[in-house]
């Protein structure tokens, strides 16, 4: 009988092995592709780690300089590549970055440093090894290294502007302390007379003036000025003014006469000091007499405020009688003088107090003296503490745009009224919480 294998059987055998070899094939490319793609996730977490580290070392200063320097290190020593450089700067690494050529046509490669609204702060500029083409890799690395500078970079930039602006304001503060002290500190005891001037700037330091000297003959002198602008410029000005009126008043001079050499002073003082011409206007009180003598030069109008026999009141406004201070060179001005009776009051402004809208409308001199006159207190601070209260009102809550400051005079009644006093005056210097506004009264 014949034996042997059964052909049923021996295609079943070559059928298993034809499926083990297929699945030994597919482990096998299973197996390759796994490690190729464990192999790109190492080079993943080894870029993702070169990068947190490149962003470590350029986010490790807030100094430009030192910021820049770090990525072009970077780039010649861990990237390895020739030279680098920035685009419009002196700073620069390696090797010199070569011009491109037809035959270098991978001379260097630029990357922009854009900041965070997309304009451009610089160009990184890399130049690899032999003029070769740079990997898929170093591109990489130099696009995330780029983007890492630029945000190191603005923020280096944004730090600096952050130092200088807290010294520039360290400094303001310090020139409105120095302007403050500048001020009058105490009002001259008068008796019989109520004396009060507040002024508040518009920024730290502003370009209004007001001072009181008492003279030796016993009279009061004072004055109100306003320096064209407003700022830092506006108060330097305004201190030169300073220092040329009391250098002046204590000469005892005539008033008009002292108002035409301040004007021939502040035009030789030059350009730049004809451009901040001052508007001024000066008093000298007489309180034995009861008698003002005021110059306007170019200034708001003065108010005074008379009453009558029958108990009425009359209201003067002292026009300028010149030019601004510093405009026109041989200028002259003159005086007038006005009695100041028992229950007359005086107002010098700058034009801060007019000059106040409420939408389109002003507040004006009109308002202004409107407001003046029909204060019921008889006593200095009051008045103006009502004139601040009015204007604010009127404003409504609306930015201050103009330096404002006042002087006011009162000769108070013989018999006391509501509002008023004859307590011997005192002196008060207050700074109100706002930092920029200075009340003195007596």
């Given at each position: ?89 002196d700073l620069s690494y390696g090797e ?72 520039v304001q360290q400094d303001l503060d ?34 209004d003036y007001v001072d009181i000297i ?229």
């Amino acid at each position: 009988m014949a034996t042997g294998t059964p052909p049923a059987t021996t295609e079943n055998s070559e059928s298993v092995s034809a499926q083990i070899a297929a699945a030994s094939e597919l482990l096998l490319a299973a197996t390759q592709t796994a490690a190729m793609q464990t192999m790109d996730l190492q080079q993943q977490v080894a870029r993702l780690q070169a990068l947190l580290e490149v962003s470590r070392q350029v986010h490790s200063t807030t100094n430009e300089q030192e910021v820049l320097e770090t990525v072009l290190r970077i780039v010649v020593r861990e990237l390895e590549m020739a030279g680098a450089a920035f685009a419009n700067s002196d700073l620069s690494y390696g090797e010199p970055i070569p011009e491109a050529s037809a035959g270098t046509p991978h001379a260097f490669y630029t990357y922009p440093l854009n900041d965070r609204e997309g304009k451009s702060m610089t160009e990184l500029i890399v130049a690899p090894p032999d003029g070769r083409a740079i990997t898929l890799y170093e591109a990489d690395f130099l696009e995330g290294l780029a983007l890492q500078a630029a945000v190191a970079l603005e923020n280096a930039r944004n730090h600096e502007r952050n130092l200088q602006w807290a010294r520039v304001q360290q400094d303001l503060d310090a020139a409105r302390q120095i302007q403050r002290s500048l001020l009058p500190q105490r009002m001259p005891s008068i008796e019989g007379y109520s004396i009060a001037v507040r002024s508040q700037t518009c920024y730290e330091v502003g370009g209004d003036y007001v001072d009181i000297i008492q003279l030796p003959d016993g009279g009061i002198l004072m004055a109100v000025a306003d320096v064209a602008g407003k700022g830092l410029a506006s108060a330097i000005m305004a201190t030169s003014f300073r220092a040329a009126f009391r250098a002046m008043a204590v000469t005892g001079i005539p008033l008009d006469l002292l108002a035409t050499r301040m004007n021939q002073h502040h035009w030789l003082e030059g350009e730049e000091a004809r451009r901040r011409y001052v508007t001024a206007i000066f008093l000298c009180l007489d309180p034995v007499a009861g008698k003002v003598e005021i110059v306007n030069a170019g200034h708001n109008p003065g108010f005074v405020i008379i009453p009558d026999a029958a108990g009425a009141f009359t209201e003067h406004q002292v026009d300028a009688a010149g030019t601004p201070l510093g405009l026109l060179p041989g200028m002259t001005y003159r005086s007038e003088v006005h009695s100041m009776p028992r229950g007359s009051r005086l107002l010098f402004y700058t034009d801060g107090l007019t000059e106040v809208f409420s939408g389109d409308e002003e507040f004006g001199q009109d308002r202004l003296l409107s407001e003046f006159s029909r204060t019921p207190t008889g006593k200095a601070d009051g008045i103006l503490e009502a004139l601040w209260v009015a204007i604010h009102g009127f404003a409504g809550g609306g930015p201050q745009e103009d330096d404002m400051t006042a002087l006011v005079l009162c000769h108070l009644p013989a018999s006391p009224s509501p509002g008023s006093t004859q307590n011997e005056p005192s002196s008060e210097v207050v700074f109100d919480s706002d930092c920029t506004s200075v009340r003195v009264s007596a």
